[in-house]
């Protein structure tokens, strides 16, 4: 199966700065799109930004111009760097991946266990 592990959260002061790192692990065959989600309290999760195995990337209106997807598939490592952070970015941050197993010719989407990221003065 494939596991992905999320690093990079905490507590930042408006106008700061975090990257957040995903890396996927275990019996991949194959990692196909990357991205990362987030959900506030009491609100749904919603696309943050997402990046295809070409490179190409896409965001939410929220976030264009602030925040910058990347990837090292070479890692299998997607990162999310994110800049003049806003108390309405405060959210649990989730990777997800579209993976193939070995083994297995199902493609599946696989989620991190999410970090924190708070916007506070």
């Known amino acids: 199966q494939v596991q992905l592990v999320e690093s990079g959260g905490g507590l930042v002061q408006p106008g700061g700065s975090l990257r957040l790192s995903c890396a996927a692990s275990?019996?991949?065959?194959?990692?196909?799109?990357m991205g990362w989600y987030r959900q506030a309290p009491g609100k749904q999760r919603e696309l943050v930004a997402t990046?295809?195995?070409?490179?190409?990337?896409s965001y939410a209106d929220s976030v264009k111009g602030r925040f910058t997807i990347s990837r090292d598939s070479a890692k299998n490592t997607v990162y999310l760097q994110m800049n003049s952070l806003k108390p309405e970015d405060t959210a649990v941050y989730y990777c997800?991946?579209?993976?193939?197993?070995?083994?297995?010719?199902?493609?599946?989407?696989?989620w991190g266990q999410g970090t924190q990221v708070t916007v506070s003065s």
């Open positions: 990046i295809t195995s070409g490179r190409t990337t």
């Open positions: 275990g019996s991949i065959f194959r990692v196909n799109a």
């Open positions: 997800k991946t579209v993976a193939q197993a070995l083994g297995t010719l199902i493609i599946k989407e696989y």
